[in-house]
């Protein structure tokens, strides 16, 4: 079982992140500030580190280094509120694995914290995974092509993504929750109808008997 040392001061986003990884399998370890990293990536054996850059007491960049510094090839990803590409840049070349800004969605992190973990051996079989199809309805993660039999459709990026956890999860109840944990992560007012209005112009789109309104529970994508 995988072991994650998320490395972030702000409480809400680091319980988004436990919780969600913790749904997903993992083990979690959560340390609000650069000190405590260091301290317990030293007496700890983990698997991945997710850290941010700004930091109470340091610069996530100063943990990083210390950390590559030591020898350590623990595969790290960034997670920081600058989003211009010379921090980017400055970010990777200190030995980060990947970089990821704020505000993100959790399946994107997700995913790349799975691209990050797995093995060699799995190559072959995550690589087919970049398409999810349910009947005539197909999605290609890579391209971002979307086809309903011989129609191909243009979503935009939120309707992607609901249709993408939607069409994962077929034939399950999805609630309101759950759908903005996935495709909106943090950054939502939990007392919009931002999902209703999404799922009612995807299924426009897609067509209305695909998606079910699971009265009072969420909504359902028909195996």
Not at 155 to 175: C, K, P, T, W, Y
């Amino acid at each position: 079982m995988n072991r994650i040392l998320i490395v972030e001061d702000e409480s809400r986003i680091a319980a988004f992140v436990e919780k969600g990884l913790k749904a997903n399998g993992y083990v979690t370890t959560h340390a609000a500030s650069g000190a405590d990293a260091l301290q317990v990536a030293s007496s700890n054996d983990f698997d991945l580190m997710i850290l941010d850059v700004g930091l109470p007491d340091m610069s996530g960049l100063d943990v990083l280094e210390h950390v590559r510094g030591c020898g350590d090839r623990l595969p790290v990803i960034i997670l920081s509120a600058y989003d211009r590409l010379d921090h980017k840049i400055t970010g990777l070349e200190s030995g980060a694995n990947d970089y990821i800004t704020k505000p993100f969605r959790f399946e994107e992190l997700l995913a790349r914290v799975k691209v990050q973990l797995r093995d060699r051996s799995d190559m072959s079989a995550n690589t087919q995974s970049t398409v999810v199809r349910v009947g005539d309805t197909q999605l290609d993660l890579l391209s971002r092509n979307v086809t309903v039999g011989d129609r191909q459709l243009e979503l935009s990026v939120r309707e992607f993504s609901l249709a993408e956890v939607l069409m994962r999860h077929a034939g399950q109840i999805m609630s309101r929750q759950q759908i903005l944990d996935r495709v909106w992560g943090y950054d939502f007012d939990p007392g919009s109808n931002v999902v209703d209005v999404h799922v009612r112009n995807l299924r426009k789109k897609l067509g209305e008997n695909r998606i079910e309104t699971v009265r009072g529970m969420g909504y359902r994508f028909k195996a």
